[in-house]
């Protein structure tokens, strides 16, 4: 017996950041839209807690209690006066260390995965709670689609997607870290005012009406200077996938993956061939979205 889940990849279609504030976060607007490349975590019962890995990148994943889907387990299973006697196993498809929420991802789709093996049918909204304890980016993971993510990400206020928008994503060659590109841009701000983080209405409209022209325009990462400050070679890749004829590109949240909006699928295969073909990235990934949150796809 075990249950497997399916859970997408994110990328911030906007990212307006504030100051820092007294614990260290950051204020955010944060706009999520979750796009369809997907980890699955399989939950399976065993002896002891126990991670498994694979896919690409899969060698970068700690297979310990500092893993995510290993905190999530534990935290759902503290809760319930359980012990976490669970097999994870983790098959990646979302590039590690990417700034696409794979880590995120693979927390909520443990905690989706322990939920059922373990028959608990804890309500969404302490699955939430848990999940904002995990990390900023591991409610939006959850529930999927587009939303806003206020306070450190994870207050979240869905919001409406009228349409499909079709991506390409640069996988870089190496990974950044989240709290590193967070003092990078503290370091580029520094004595400048950092203006209160707010959703950019024409964004909004733009996701609502599924107008891709519209969205390509409005696309912001207020992380995208401190992201190239640290991997200069982005810059690069925006400009290579530019040139291929996309609508707008930029990094995906803390990066180092970028994110190429285009107009179909059409453009999308051609966008990523010539990203490839650039020598500026590593591989490049066509998807779309809005895609479902984490969703039970095998098992109860
Ligand atoms: O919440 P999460 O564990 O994903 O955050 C990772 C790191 O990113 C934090 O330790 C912090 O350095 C930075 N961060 C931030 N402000 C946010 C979200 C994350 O400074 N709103």
Same mark, same amino acid.
Request: net charge negative; with cysteine; charged share 15%.
């Given at each position: 017996m075990s249950v497997t889940v399916r859970v997408p990849a994110k990328v911030n279609v906007q990212l307006a950041v504030g100051g820092?504030?007294?614990d260290g976060f950051h204020d955010l607007a944060n706009v999520f839209l979750a796009v369809g490349l997907y980890d699955e975590v399989t939950a399976t019962p065993a002896d002891e807690l126990r991670i498994t890995c694979t896919g690409?990148?899969?060698?970068?994943?700690?297979?310990?209690?500092?893993?995510?889907?290993?905190?999530?387990?534990?935290?759902?299973?503290?809760?319930?006066?359980?012990?976490?006697?669970?097999?994870?196993?983790?098959?990646?498809?979302?590039?590690?260390?990417g700034g696409m929420a794979g880590?995120?991802?693979?927390?909520?789709?443990? !905690?989706?995965?322990?939920?059922?093996?373990?028959?608990?049918?804890?309500?969404?909204?302490? !699955? !939430?709670?848990?999940?904002?304890?995990?990390?900023?980016?591991?409610? *939006?993971?959850?529930?999927?689609?587009?939303?806003?993510?206020?306070?450190?990400?994870?207050?979240?206020?869905?919001?409406?997607?009228?349409?499909? *928008?079709?991506?390409? *994503?640069?996988?870089?060659?190496?990974?950044?870290s989240t709290p590193a590109v967070y003092r990078e841009f503290d370091r580029l701000t520094e004595g400048t005012e950092v203006p209160e983080p707010l959703a950019s209405q024409e964004l909004l409209d733009a996701l609502a009406k599924g107008d891709a022209t519209a969205l390509a325009t409005a696309l912001s990462n207020d992380l995208q200077p401190a992201a190239i400050s640290l991997f200069p070679s982005l810059a690069d890749t925006l400009a290579a996938g530019r040139a291929a004829g996309a609508l707008?590109?930029?990094?995906?949240?803390?990066?180092?993956?970028?994110? *190429?909006?285009?107009?179909?699928?059409?453009?999308?295969?051609?966008?990523?061939?010539?990203? !490839?073909?650039?020598?500026?990235c590593r591989a490049a990934r066509t998807a779309t979205s809005p895609a479902q949150g984490a969703t039970v796809v095998r098992g109860r």
């Open positions: 820092a504030r007294p690409p990148g899969a060698d970068q994943v700690p297979l310990d209690r500092t893993n995510l889907a290993a905190r999530a387990a534990l935290a759902l299973a503290a809760r319930h006066g359980l012990d976490a006697a669970v097999h994870l196993h983790i098959a990646k498809d979302i590039p590690v260390a880590g995120s991802a693979d927390a909520a789709g443990a !905690l989706v995965a322990c939920d059922a093996l373990w028959g608990l049918n804890t309500p969404q909204g302490e !699955l !939430l709670d848990i999940c904002a304890e995990l990390g900023s980016d591991v409610p *939006f993971s959850l529930v999927g689609g587009a939303a806003l993510g206020t306070g450190r990400g994870e207050q979240l206020r869905p919001l409406d997607v009228g349409g499909t *928008f079709h991506w390409v *994503f640069a996988v870089a060659d190496g990974g950044l707008a590109g930029l990094v995906s949240g803390s990066g180092p993956t970028t994110a *190429f909006l285009v107009r179909d699928a059409e453009s999308a295969a051609e966008v990523a061939e010539s990203l !490839l073909a650039s020598g500026t």
